[in-house]
């Protein structure tokens, strides 16, 4: 299973904002939070199975893509201005023109909160997955109290530590194991993908 993300720009022009402004305004350290939606990239994962007629039959698998909250921390290696048609000059000398959109791009690490298929965390494990990605944030600087607020969009690979599969021998549609009269789980590390949608303050 696979996952593609796609970010698409339309601009006349665009200037580094390092040699605009002398300075970059926007690059360095920051942290949002968000929401997050992850696939599974390998097996699948099982919440709930029953026996029927002594063969495995599964109810609910609908973990396998989950919606979590998350919390992202990121480091914006540069930022860009785009500037609308006719306007790329001006957006370039000043800040005040409402029509500049500022780009900025770079690593990020999150953690997912709520399992992934609640958005209210369990008592026994609050933070459910470790995301590293890479991060877009956009904001049109002369409209933007702060500084550092943003719109950021990112992907990348998802660990969950705990994921809940079927026990060992038992196989969806097939008869149970030898001496087995139940299902049983076991949980297991989950390599995954995770599109994410922060705001940055």
Request: glycine share 12%; with cysteine; aromatic share 10%.
């Amino acid at each position: 299973m696979a996952a593609t993300l796609s970010l698409m720009f339309s601009c006349t022009a665009f200037a580094d904002a390092t040699d605009t402004l002398g300075t970059a305004t926007w690059g360095g350290l920051g942290w949002g939070i968000g929401i997050g939606t992850n696939f599974d990239v390998v097996g699948s994962r099982v919440v709930t199975a029953t026996a029927v007629n002594n063969i495995v039959r599964i109810e609910d698998k609908s973990s396998n893509v989950g919606v979590g909250f998350v919390l992202e921390a990121h480091y914006f290696l540069r930022d860009y201005f785009f500037g609308s048609t006719g306007r790329a000059t001006m957006c370039q000398k000043s800040l005040a023109e409402r029509y500049c959109m500022e780009v900025a791009h770079g690593p990020f690490v999150a953690i997912e909160v709520g399992g992934g298929t609640t958005a209210v965390p369990t008592a026994s494990s609050l933070v459910t997955a470790y995301v590293l990605g890479w991060m877009v944030g956009l904001r049109h600087p002369n409209l933007t109290k702060s500084e550092t607020s943003s719109w950021n969009f990112g992907v990348g690979l998802r660990v969950d530590p705990r994921a809940k599969v079927l026990g060992d021998g038992f196989v969806p549609n097939q008869p149970l194991p030898a001496g087995e009269t139940a299902i049983r789980y076991r949980t297991e590390p989950r390599l995954g993908i995770t599109l994410l949608s922060p705001f940055s303050f």
